[in-house]
């Protein structure tokens, strides 16, 4: 069984992630370490400690960088709330428990060194604390079996900027330095995951269902994801949302759902119009490769495993195949359905 340590910026679709990982028999939550992004990593940790006490996770949180390695740290409370989960936490008035540990980089790399090839690290947010743990030791990083980051834009638009993805967006340098330190990664980019949307009528129903599993938690998902989701019907007039974050985890729980390329890619830290952009050029073969891009994935076997363990609830594949793929024309990227 596969070993998966979570760095995050939680986050809604991060929350939605953190629980797919946790329901799922194919993989073993090892840690979670969390890092400045979505909200201040101070916020990212209440989410994740107030998620572990509500799911009854045995699993240690560490906390990690508040600021990227080389500029003033960017957040999305437009997309995810002040708190990071649509304003639930403050308007409940859930009180903060101790977080700081700030030691987020040397777990990960105690676990890359104890678990080395059976370890995957599933990287939701900004690359900080990797690029922090290669820093400590990249050779123990170098050897964990695989490293999967959500993130990086390659033939579409971006949804930060014109050309950048968000988490990449925030931190470039750290995306930079791990890759040029000869540590491959597997990215799930937005091209793909901008490719399936969750509906809203249906996720409000499946929400509304999964009381009776674990009523905290329902209203934990009810507050985060309507503020997500009116976020998207305001900017990407989508009545529903995107689920990035739990893809990212798919390719870990079922990698058989996924086709990798390999590709060399670049990340640019300079520009003025295009800092954080990822740069790849799939026309042709690379002589050297340092990435893999995720450029095709099962959707319709995500979305059913996604629901059973997350909802509890089965949707059907006519469902998903008629409600829940999109065809925006921003990427060139498909996905297949079976
Ligand atoms: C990524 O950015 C964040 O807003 C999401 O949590 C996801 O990790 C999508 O660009
Ligand atoms: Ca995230």
Not at 49 to 71: C, F, M, N, T, W
Not at 208 to 218: E, V
Not at 255 to 277: A, C, H, Q
Not at 304 to 322: N, P, S, Y
Request: charged content about 25%; aromatic content about 8%.
């Amino acid at each position: 069984m596969t070993r998966v340590l979570i760095d995050t910026d939680a986050g809604v679709d991060d929350t939605l992630a953190i629980v797919y990982a946790a329901s799922s028999p194919e993989i073993e939550l090892e840690m979670v370490t969390t890092v400045s992004g979505n909200v201040p990593v101070r916020e990212v940790t209440q989410n994740v400690l107030y998620l572990k006490e509500i799911l009854k996770l045995g699993v240690p949180v560490h906390s990690g960088a508040d600021v990227p390695r080389a500029r003033k740290l960017v957040t999305a409370p437009e997309v995810h709330g002040e708190d990071g989960v649509g304003g639930f936490r403050n308007s409940n008035h859930v009180p903060p428990v101790s977080w700081e540990t700030k030691d987020a980089a040397k777990k990960i790399v105690s676990a890359a060194i104890d678990h080395g090839p059976k370890l995957t690290i599933v990287s939701l947010g900004p690359m900080t604390n990797l690029a922090d743990a290669v820093a400590i030791d990249a050779e123990a990083i170098r050897h964990v079996q695989r490293i999967i980051q959500m993130g990086g834009v390659f033939t579409g638009y971006g949804n930060t900027t014109e050309f950048t993805e968000f988490n990449i967006y925030v931190d470039p340098e750290a995306a930079d330095f791990v890759l040029s330190n000869g540590i491959k990664v597997k990215f799930v980019p937005l091209d793909l995951t901008e490719r399936l949307f969750f509906p809203r009528p249906i996720l409000e129903d499946m929400v509304r269902k999964s009381r009776t599993k674990n009523p905290q938690l329902a209203r934990l998902l009810k507050k985060a994801l309507r503020y997500y989701i009116n976020y998207h019907r305001r900017t990407e007039k989508i009545d529903g949302c995107f689920l990035h974050d739990p893809i990212a985890v798919a390719a870990a729980v079922n990698p058989r759902w996924f086709k990798f390329v390999d590709s060399l890619v670049s990340i640019e830290t300079k520009g003025d119009y295009t800092s954080g952009m990822t740069i790849a050029d799939f026309r042709k073969r690379q002589r050297s490769c340092n990435s893999e891009i995720a450029v095709a994935f099962d959707a319709k076997n995500f979305v059913r495993d996604f629901t059973r363990k997350v909802f509890g609830a089965l949707l059907h594949q006519d469902v998903i195949k008629r409600d829940c793929i999109t065809a925006r024309s921003t990427t060139t990227f498909d996905i297949t359905l079976n």
